[in-house]
């Protein structure tokens, strides 16, 4: 296979830098990062169903590739607004090291879980 540059003359295919998908040279698998994810739960919520929830996101992302590194259940505390009638939440903060695709399919599973009434997945700051 060869490609016409603008002089006129042809750069053969196996010339050019073998290119990954995301556009670095050589690179064929998407970045590991760190993220945290801050999860709102209902606060109905035994410590068992609580306990039931961290072990579900533990085991999706390990399954996945990614490693937890901890999950820590805050205390119950008051929201600023109600969401979904509830005026409480038992939050929990999970530090995980995954890539990309493994944090949305976490976000796409949290979405449809009844029990947890928000959720934010963020990269914490280079320091």
Do not use: N
């Not at 999860?39 to 399954?63: F, H, N, Y």
């Not at 820590?72 to 530090?95: F, M, N």
């Not at 890539?99 to 928000?118: M, N």
């Amino acid at each position: 296979m060869s490609y016409e540059c603008g002089g006129g003359s042809l750069l053969l295919a196996f010339l050019l830098p073998d290119w990954g998908p995301y556009k670095t040279k050589g690179r064929r698998f998407p970045p590991i990062r760190d993220y945290e994810i801050m999860l709102v739960l209902d606060p109905t919520l035994s410590d068992e169903e609580i306990g039931s929830i961290q072990q579900r996101l533990t085991e999706l992302t390990e399954a996945r590739g990614g490693e937890v590194k901890k999950i820590a259940a805050w205390q119950r505390r008051r929201l600023a607004y109600e969401i979904k009638g509830r005026r409480d939440g038992i939050y929990v903060l999970a530090e995980l090291k995954a890539g990309p695709a493994v944090i949305s399919e976490l976000e796409a599973q949290l979405r449809v879980t009844e029990s947890v009434l928000r959720h934010m997945a963020v990269r914490p700051e280079e320091s």
